[in-house]
């Protein structure tokens, strides 16, 4: 009932301003309004991924909920983990509006946002009153746009959040923070993870917990730059790959005049770039590390061809703006019958299982 009420909404917030819309979206979760997921899980969705273990594979990617409002609403609604952020030590209130575009015909969003959100102390405050609940929160961390060291703001995000996250995720792709990506730069990278590691095994020394650290790439990282930043991340020892996030390219949309906008284009003509970076870097790591498979996912067929291109954990966004939250129930029923179809005991059984042929097509094809 309660899921049907809200497919009737969408309508309506198609005819608000795609910000506006997020706010009532948010808002919504807060109050409890969202489809209840389904508990428990099917036991062939369980994966481990860096020693945790997630009930299913699917999130919802970071840029929904970057102040962390509502991680209790995304578990409900029968994610398998929820990740707040990008966050910034400093509130930041982002680029000029209007900064989110949608491109209806071709399912996709474009958005230049720039990082808004209310700093650490506030997704903190938050994530501290929730924190008994339990359940993987991962916490993404950003710089601010004017840090001289950016560098140490990822590490100020880590001591900050270290005993609320679950996981980390070091966000170096955001294509609306000027200079950002340079961070991609082997050398930069070195110092970058470095830095993070270091704080990180400061942490334990102290007597807490191993927190996992996934570090977010672009998609637009060129073919031949693509094995001397994954030799980096192996060399830091990153405990997870998320590829990716959005994208300056305007490969297949049709919509010219919506595709001028300036910003990150992500959805469905995200789609085949992004999965055949997730294969290049899955064969790339000889398979090693795990890979959270982002872009473009809005279908359950999607979901499955991004595990079958190498990603252990999925995580989407536009799909969720195009179809709505039941779109996660749709896509784990589609898992658990693909596991139970061709006899696996778990759907990470899958992973890769198409890498080749996925690495195989041309990037910008
Ligand atoms: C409005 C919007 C805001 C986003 N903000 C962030 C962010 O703060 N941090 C981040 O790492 N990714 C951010 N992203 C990127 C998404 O997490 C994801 O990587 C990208 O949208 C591709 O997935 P999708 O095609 O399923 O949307 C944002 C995306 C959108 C559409």
Known sequence: MLSQLLELARPALFALDPERAHTLTIQALEKGL?????????????????????????????????????????????????????????????????????????????????????????????????????????????????????????????????????????NISSPNTPGLRDLQAPAALDELLSRVMAARERQIAGGRPNRPIVVKIAPDIAEEDIAPIVERLVAHKADAIAVSNTTLARNRITDTDGGKEIGGLSGRPLFHRSTAMLARIHLATNKAIPLIGIGGIDSPETAFAKIEAGATLIQLYTGLVYEGGGLIERIKAHLAGAARAKGLSSIAEATGRRAEEWAARPLDG
Do not use: W
Not at 93 to 122: M, Q, T, W, Y
């Open 34 to 170: 969202y489809p209840r997921g389904q508990q428990p899980d099917d036991p062939r969705l369980g994966v481990t991924v860096a020693g945790l273990r997630f009930p299913n594979p699917v999130g919802i990617a970071a840029g929904f909920d970057k102040d962390a409002r509502v991680p209790d609403a995304i578990l409900g609604m029968g994610c398998g983990f929820a990740e707040i952020g990008t966050v910034t030590p400093l509130p930041q209130s982002g680029n000029p509006k209007p900064r989110i575009f949608r491109l209806i015909r071709d399912r996709a969003v474009i958005n230049r946002l720039g990082f808004n959100n209310e700093g650490h102390v506030a997704a903190l405050q938050r994530l501290l009153a929730r924190k008994s609940r339990g359940g993987i929160v991962g916490v993404n961390i950003g710089a601010n746009k004017d840090a001289t060291d950016r560098p140490a703001d990822y590490v100020t995000g880590l001591d900050t959040f270290y005993d609320v996250a679950t996981y980390f995720a070091v």
